[in-house]
């Protein structure tokens, strides 16, 4: 039979468990956020109607637009709110219209909160006709999350 040290056994444990611990709250905070973002996707989110949420690497990224319902040719605010992992520089916003090469459509993001950014711009009138957009957040060193919307004429 090995005998250890008693006190040294239980500092072990205990470690163990804070170690252990740390994980379970990490992972429960994470999958709270990713269950609220699949609610979202459920009910196929309308940024017409509320902000959307997506998870990035088990957090959320919220995206909101306003005025609504989101126009094209208006001026128009986009809020961005990370939840979890922070980025060391502001996220950046482009504005893309998929199958489509619209030039550059850069929102620039400013930070207005511990975890909220901001910017200004607008939503083009496309010659085509089409109305369905794309804005890409890319969190750096994080990822990136896409929204897909139409925007009204
Ligand atoms: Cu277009």
Redesign the pocket.
């Known amino acids: 039979m090995i005998l250890t040290s008693p006190t040294a056994s239980r500092k072990f444990i205990i470690t163990v468990i804070l170690i252990f611990m740390t994980f379970v709250l990490d992972a429960f905070k994470c999958s709270t956020m990713a269950e609220t973002a699949r609610k979202q996707a459920e009910t196929e989110c309308n940024i017409h109607k509320t902000s959307c949420t997506q998870t990035l690497m088990g957090c959320a990224v919220t995206l909101d637009i306003e005025p609504k319902p989101v126009k094209a040719m208006t001026d128009l605010t986009f809020t961005v709110v990370l939840s979890g992992k922070r980025p060391l520089t502001n996220p950046t916003l482009d504005l893309e219209?998929p199958g489509?090469k619209?030039g550059p459509n850069q929102i620039d993001l400013k930070s207005v909160g511990s975890d909220t950014y901001e910017g200004k711009g607008i939503i083009v009138r496309?010659?085509?006709g089409?109305r369905t957009w794309k804005a890409i957040i890319t969190i750096p060193d994080i990822g990136a999350a896409e929204f897909i919307f139409d925007v009204i004429y």
């Open positions: 219209m489509m619209m496309c010659p085509s089409r």
